[in-house]
């Protein structure tokens, strides 16, 4: 592991003269923050819907059905931006006057997106227009197999598409070739909510709203700015500011009664929200609905209109979320297993990537397996389970370096037919095949990793912020930084300092609390999560401060992410 300090742009000192605090300029400016301007997240500032190409067309589709009464129909993805997507979409249409209702695809059953298996089974709810959020670009045969039974499809998705789209359908998607709309990282749940802003102004300027209230579509920002964490899509400036509104709500208690449960079953407050606990807590536990069973209980969940109907529904989210901890930790031991022994270090080891598979691992958690196991040897990673009728379904995450959508449809060029299915971004996708064809895929994919991956890029690094100055560590920087939207693209700051280590005792059974003293003699508390074994008298670490509240007390604690002896 090498520990490399962020550069920080000269532009930290104009944040700073514009009343930034000095650490948060610096995080700021190492970000690509260059005025304090862009840190405005006022909903004003987004850009307008008309950016997005094919949403004219698409809004005044939507517009038509409401007016007709006709009956519309949302298509659904299993994850947490697909469920939050369709909340969104049930909740705003229904409040602009829509007939509207539902249908989720059962991974295990029908994999993913808009096939004509899923169209013959929407064609019994007699829907005139179907809505796909979160899935679409791909559907080709989907499409067609509604077009030739009457019923009109908008796709409203955000994955990159193929080299032809689907025909015919309407579409709005910020990556379809000719669409100009500045954010390329919105989730699939943005999409959803721009369409429903579209869809209100062109009811408005048929006068809909003039015997009655405007709907206030704000009240979804809660839900977008779930999906939007929970997909870990790039918090560009557009989606830190949906993120922010909707942390916004959650902390002023206005979030949707099915979020609000969430946050209760898992114990966390919802006055001091964060966008770790709509990527960690609330997210896991909406997306355990998918992995283990059935998305509908979760996008119920977030469609139900008191806290009493939602906190049954998060008490069962929260049941699942259990089950897929320990088929995760279990087939996470399986994997360790099979790599034992492998160093995975730049130059020494042969393998650029890693794919696995085993018989008896569970479908709905591969992508879960892949990320941890990304995360711990920094290799493009594909994790396979059993997709019946002699198939194999992967979800892989991927490093800085490594396009994996890319890098499977260059595999699938290369080797035509190979991969059945396939679909994703630069850092997640996923792919299915015959079982007896993955050793040559297996191959087909290392010799890409190897041809697109340095030695540099496959060393595995730690970012920091660089050490914090006297009097910089302190409650008011946790506080600030805990109020701050951080993710991907735009990674939570930790910083790096020498401290000695006075005392340490095991609590929980496998974390070591931590009396750490600084340079100039200062103790501060510190927490090191699974890890037992006593630690030298010094280290150097990097660590995140936090914020430990505990019988009525506020308190500094440093979260260590890495230790070495100094």
Same mark, same amino acid.
């Given at each position: 592991?090498?520990?490399?300090?962020?550069?920080?742009?000269?532009?930290?000192?104009?944040?700073?003269?514009?009343?930034? !605090?000095?650490?948060?300029?610096?995080?700021?400016?190492?970000?690509?923050?260059?005025?304090?301007?862009?840190?405005?997240?006022?909903?004003?500032?987004?850009?307008?819907?008309?950016?997005?190409? *094919? %949403?004219? @067309? @698409?809004?005044?589709?939507?517009? &038509?059905?409401?007016?007709?009464?006709?009956?519309?129909?949302?298509?659904?993805?299993?994850?947490?931006?697909?469920?939050?997507?369709?909340?969104?979409?049930?909740?705003?249409?229904?409040?602009?006057?829509?007939?509207?209702?539902?249908?989720?695809?059962?991974?295990?059953?029908?994999?993913?997106?808009?096939?004509?298996?899923?169209?013959?089974?929407?064609?019994?709810?007699?829907?005139?227009?179907?809505?796909?959020?979160?899935?679409?670009?791909?559907?080709?045969?989907?499409?067609?197999?509604?077009?030739?039974?009457?019923? &009109?499809?908008?796709?409203? &998705? !955000? !994955?990159?598409?193929?080299?032809?789209?689907?025909?015919?359908?309407?579409?709005?998607?910020?990556?379809?070739?000719?669409?100009?709309?500045?954010?390329?990282?919105?989730?699939?749940?943005?999409?959803?909510?721009?369409?429903?802003?579209?869809?209100?102004?062109?009811?408005?300027?048929?006068?809909?709203?003039?015997?009655?209230?405007?709907?206030?579509? *704000?009240?979804?920002?809660?839900?977008?700015?779930?999906?939007?964490? +929970?997909?870990?899509?790039?918090?560009?400036?557009?989606?830190?500011?949906?993120?922010?509104?909707?942390?916004?709500?959650?902390?002023?208690?206005?979030?949707?009664?099915?979020?609000?449960?969430?946050?209760?079953?898992?114990?966390? &407050?919802?006055?001091?929200?964060?966008?770790?606990?709509?990527?960690?807590?609330?997210?896991?536990?909406?997306? +355990?609905?998918?992995?283990?069973?059935?998305?509908?209980?979760?996008?119920?969940?977030?469609?139900?209109?008191?806290?009493?109907?939602?906190?049954?529904?998060?008490?069962?989210?929260?049941?699942?979320?259990?089950?897929?901890?320990?088929?995760?930790?279990?087939?996470?031991?399986? +994997?360790?297993?099979?790599?034992? *022994?492998?160093?995975?270090?730049?130059?020494?080891?042969?393998?650029?990537?890693?794919?696995?598979?085993?018989? *008896?691992?569970?479908?709905?958690?591969?992508?879960?397996?892949?990320?941890?196991?990304?995360?711990?040897?920094?290799? $493009?990673?594909?994790?396979?389970?059993?997709?019946?009728?002699?198939?194999?379904?992967?979800?892989?995450?991927?490093?800085?370096?490594?396009?994996?959508?890319?890098?499977?449809?260059?595999?699938?060029?290369?080797?035509?037919?190979?991969?059945?299915?396939?679909?994703? !971004?630069?850092?997640?996708?996923?792919?299915?095949?015959?079982?007896?064809?993955?050793?040559?895929?297996?191959?087909?994919?290392?010799?890409?990793?190897?041809?697109?991956?340095?030695?540099?890029?496959?060393?595995?690094?730690?970012?920091?912020?660089?050490?914090?100055? $006297?009097?910089?560590?302190?409650?008011?920087?946790?506080?600030?930084?805990?109020?701050?939207?951080?993710?991907?693209?735009?990674?939570?700051?930790?910083?790096?300092?020498?401290?000695?280590?006075?005392?340490?005792?095991?609590?929980?059974?496998?974390?070591?609390?931590?009396?750490?003293?600084?340079?100039?003699?200062?103790?501060?508390?510190?927490?090191?999560?699974?890890?037992?074994?006593?630690?030298?008298?010094? %280290?150097?670490?990097?660590?995140?401060?936090? %914020?430990?509240?505990?019988?009525?007390?506020?308190?500094?604690?440093?979260? %260590?992410?890495?230790?070495?002896?100094?």
């Amino acid at each position: 592991m090498e520990i490399v300090r962020r550069t920080v742009p000269a532009a930290a000192e104009a944040l700073a003269a514009a009343g930034i !605090h000095p650490v948060l300029a610096r995080v700021f400016a190492a970000r690509g923050v260059t005025t304090a301007d862009e840190l405005d997240a006022d909903l004003a500032r987004l850009p307008p819907f008309t950016a997005l190409k *094919g %949403i004219d @067309a @698409a809004s005044a589709r939507l517009a &038509d059905a409401i007016e007709r009464g006709e009956k519309l129909l949302i298509v659904a993805d299993y994850d947490a931006d697909g469920a939050t997507a369709c909340a969104v979409g049930l909740r705003g249409l229904r409040a602009l006057g829509a007939s509207v209702d539902f249908i989720v695809p059962n991974r295990f059953e029908y994999g993913y997106g808009l096939t004509p298996e899923i169209v013959a089974q929407a064609a019994t709810r007699s829907p005139r227009v179907i809505v796909t959020v979160d899935n679409g670009i791909a559907s080709h045969d989907g499409v067609a197999a509604a077009a030739a039974l009457g019923i &009109d499809v908008l796709i409203t &998705d !955000h !994955h990159l598409p193929a080299a032809t789209l689907p025909e015919p359908a309407l579409i709005v998607n910020p990556n379809q070739p000719g669409c100009d709309f500045p954010s390329k990282h919105l989730a699939g749940v943005g999409v959803m909510f721009y369409v429903l802003l579209a869809t209100r102004a062109v009811l408005r300027s048929r006068g809909a709203f003039a015997s009655r209230a405007e709907p206030n579509l *704000g009240t979804l920002l809660d839900l977008v700015a779930l999906g939007t964490v +929970a997909d870990v899509v790039r918090l560009d400036r557009v989606n830190r500011t949906l993120v922010a509104q909707g942390l916004a709500r959650i902390r002023a208690g206005r979030a949707q009664p099915g979020l609000a449960a969430l946050f209760s079953v898992a114990g966390r &407050d919802p006055r001091r929200a964060t966008a770790y606990d709509l990527g960690f807590v609330a997210g896991p536990r909406l997306n +355990a609905a998918g992995r283990m069973a059935d998305m509908s209980i979760g996008i119920r969940c977030l469609v139900a209109e008191t806290g009493v109907a939602a906190l049954p529904l998060a008490v069962e989210l929260d049941r699942f979320n259990r089950d897929r901890r320990e088929i995760e930790a279990a087939m996470q031991e399986d +994997a360790l297993k099979a790599l034992a *022994g492998r160093t995975f270090d730049a130059g020494t080891d042969d393998a650029c990537s890693l794919c696995l598979f085993d018989a *008896g691992w569970h479908q709905g958690v591969v992508g879960i397996v892949a990320s941890r196991l990304k995360d711990r040897y920094h290799r $493009p990673t594909i994790v396979f389970a059993p997709g019946g009728d002699g198939e194999i379904k992967g979800s892989g995450r991927s490093i800085p370096g490594f396009h994996l959508r890319d890098a499977l449809d260059l595999v699938d060029k290369r080797a035509p037919g190979l991969i059945a299915k396939f679909g994703g !971004h630069a850092y997640a996708a996923g792919l299915s095949l015959a079982a007896a064809d993955l050793p040559r895929f297996a191959v087909l994919f290392e010799a890409l990793a190897r041809e697109q991956l340095t030695a540099a890029e496959l060393q595995r690094t730690m970012e920091t912020d660089g050490e914090l100055g $006297p009097g910089e560590l302190d409650v008011a920087l946790a506080e600030a930084l805990r109020t701050e939207v951080w993710g991907q693209g735009f990674p939570a700051p930790q910083f790096e300092g020498r401290f000695e280590v006075a005392d340490q005792r095991t609590v929980g059974g496998k974390h070591a609390k931590l009396t750490l003293i600084r340079e100039g003699g200062r103790r501060i508390g510190a927490i090191l999560f699974n890890h037992v074994d006593p630690l030298p008298p010094t %280290i150097r670490a990097v660590y995140r401060p936090e %914020i430990n509240e505990w019988n009525g007390n506020t308190m500094l604690e440093l979260v %260590i992410q890495h230790w070495e002896a100094a």
